[in-house]
């Protein structure tokens, strides 16, 4: 089976540096991005198999980023995102939802959940190709 590729955008260094590093030990190809812009162009050149999003990100708000991807999906390949941000108020989790984020994270959250968010993505995947 080939490697995964996940995408982790945010624009903590730390965290993302953190969470990158976590992801590539569980045995995932890791793409990183600083801020909104820099995900969505990471995302239309490595076609990501699943998509870690910050909310409160420059350039380019995560919403913004999550928008344009169900809008201009680049392939017929489910594309799961996991949104995980600080912004956790019930209307930022109903918006997240509307927008067809798959998963939502409130921070501050451990990186097992998002080990075990990504993990439950990948384990969709198959079924979500058989019903295409």
């Known amino acids: 089976m080939t490697m995964r590729k996940v995408l982790v955008a945010d624009d903590e260094e730390e965290v993302l540096e953190i969470m990158a590093k976590k992801v590539t030990l569980e045995g995932y190809c890791v793409i990183e991005a600083a801020d909104g812009q820099e995900a969505w162009d990471k995302i239309k ?3 990501p198999d699943i998509i870690v999003l910050d909310l409160n990100m420059p350039r380019m708000h995560g919403f913004e980023v999550l928008q344009l991807i169900r809008e201009n999906p680049l392939s017929k390949k489910w594309q799961p995102v996991i ?4 912004q956790n108020e019930l209307a930022d989790i109903q918006k997240g939802y ?3 984020a798959d998963h939502y994270i ?3 959250c451990s990186m097992t959940d998002i080990v075990k968010a990504i993990k439950l993505m990948e384990s969709l995947i198959p ?3 058989s019903e295409e």
């Open 98 to 100: 509307s927008l067809e």
């Open 45 to 47: 050149e490595e076609n």
């Open 127 to 129: 079924q979500r190709v």
């Open 83 to 86: 949104i995980v941000s600080a």
């Open 106 to 108: 409130a921070k501050p």
